[in-house]
């Protein structure tokens, strides 16, 4: 047979887009032993050992695995205190893909917010977003201002069928902005993907709307850019008149409404610290660069390291790689999949970053103010030694005020770290869950016994309602 006579071989199958040459051993525990670790951590799987930890999905921030061309540039870097190279490197990819003038390099993407929000919100401010997330919303109330959550109604409604379920309402941004005066507004935020809403994207068109609004207004645009290559590939993927597009042109033109963003770079950067500001006003920028002197270190480092910056200047190319993009998205719908054949409520459809399990349904036995999301991230670190995260009333219920109301979902996220586990990882972690499921009935709320004022969630302990 002549070679050139052979058909194109044709299959759905994606592949990882990379190959393993360094792996790291698990360490696997009894049910008996995980019992005993989960009671010393007072129930909250944040205080768990990561080394007691069979799969490890609490949060894809800077817990993946980094290219060797990541490394290679680790190794080449500039350690000077001032006028790195490395710094200038990292400065260059973030203007390519942003467009943005100004970057304040930090050392994750909370050291970003608070630079940005200890200088641009003061009390009695609002700040309009899709939905802050856990430090977000606290930086913004830590400066006395209110973080408002405009996502639209089906962001909200975990069944509900919407391609871009991350889209800010754009009547009630309007609303606020007449309720509050455009002077009160110090900034218009948008999370980019939605990561309290199920990961969920937020469309070009979203973006372009909030855009407008905000600039009629002449209030500043910023982006939530942690997840920001996971969305562009959504956006070629949902919105038709990008489906020619590369990402990184969707990206770039994200980025061209705004007027600004915020960065962890330990998610779309690629690396497993980092985090930077970006922004186009010069006079903005003198101030937050004063508070980064305070707080972080000098301009071109800034909490970061030489290497860390090289790895992210890298790391910001890889994540809009076509490859890794579908490879990626398409590892988390795999798990959402089989879940949604068992019968199993996630949220839908299936985010870029986690699976998100709906747990208000899965556990409707159990009142929101004993956190059963909580309860059902539990049992499956008892069954199988996974670890997700609750995003629910123990971590958005508690109020300003110090009072507690139940918060618009009830979410177990579980977040997968980039280029890290395997299809026979995903293949176990879904005989976890729904082995957990099938016994969702044996489950039981819990109550908190201690936490802090601030993102309780972190180091709160706890107890089971019933053994307390």
């Not at 894809?60 to 490197?89: C, I, N, P, V």
């Not at 939530?224 to 038709?240: G, Y």
């Not at 190319?317 to 879940?339: F, H, Q, V, W």
């Not at 004993?370 to 629910?392: C, D, Q, T």
Request: some cysteine.
């Amino acid at each position: 047979m002549e070679i050139s006579s052979l058909s194109p071989f044709k299959t759905d199958t994606i592949i990882e887009p990379f190959r393993i040459r360094s792996v790291e051993p698990i360490r696997f525990t009894t049910m008996e032993e995980r019992e005993q670790l989960l009671k010393e951590a007072g129930y909250n799987p944040f205080l768990l050992k990561a080394k007691d930890v069979v799969i490890d999905l609490l949060t894809d921030s800077g817990t993946g695995a980094m290219s060797s061309k990541q490394w290679a540039g680790m190794l080449e870097s500039d350690e000077s205190y001032a006028g790195s190279s490395s710094f200038y490197k990292l400065e260059s990819a973030v203007q390519d893909i942003t467009g943005f003038k100004h970057l304040i390099p930090t050392h994750q993407g909370r050291a970003a917010e608070n630079i940005f929000f200890t200088t641009i919100a003061k009390k009695g401010d609002v700040i309009p977003s899709n939905t802050h997330f856990d430090t977000t919303r606290a930086h913004v109330e830590h400066a006395g201002a209110e973080a408002r959550d405009l996502v639209i109604d089906k962001g909200k409604q975990p069944q509900s069928d919407h391609a871009f379920k991350g889209n800010m309402n754009l009547e009630k941004l309007q609303d606020t902005i007449r309720e509050v005066g455009s002077e009160d507004i110090p900034v218009i935020m948008i999370t980019v993907t939605n990561n309290s809403g199920g990961g969920q994207p937020v469309s070009m068109a979203n973006i372009k709307g909030v855009s407008e609004i905000a600039h009629k207004h002449n209030i500043p645009f910023f982006i939530d850019a942690c997840r920001f290559a996971e969305n562009a590939w959504f956006i070629k993927t949902r919105e038709d008149a990008f489906a020619d597009k590369k990402p990184i042109e969707i990206a770039q033109e994200m980025f061209s409404y705004a007027d600004g963003c915020t960065m962890s770079a330990k998610k779309d950067g690629m690396a497993n610290i980092g985090g930077f500001l970006a922004l186009n006003s010069d006079e903005l920028a003198s101030e937050c660069r004063n508070l980064e002197i305070l707080t972080e270190g000098f301009p071109t480092y800034g909490g970061m390291a030489g290497y860390d910056m090289e790895a992210v200047a890298q790391g910001l190319y890889e994540a809009l790689d076509p490859d890794y993009l579908r490879y990626r998205i398409r590892s988390i719908s795999y798990l959402g999949d089989k879940l949604t054949e068992a019968g199993i409520p996630i949220v839908q459809p299936t985010g870029g970053h986690a699976v998100y399990l709906d747990a208000k349904q899965i556990l409707s036995h159990i009142p929101p103010t004993e956190y059963p999301a909580w309860s059902f991230n539990n049992a499956l670190y008892l069954l199988g030694g996974i670890r997700g995260v609750e995003i629910g009333t123990v971590m958005f219920g508690k109020q300003p005020d110090g009072s507690e109301k139940p918060a618009a979902m009830e979410l177990v996220r579980l977040a997968f770290p980039r280029r890290m586990y395997t299809q026979s990882h995903v293949d176990y972690l879904a005989e976890v869950i729904i082995s957990a499921y099938e016994q969702r009935k044996k489950l039981e709320g819990y109550k908190i016994v201690d936490s802090p004022d601030v993102l309780r969630h972190f180091s709160a302990r706890l107890k089971p309602i019933k053994g307390s």
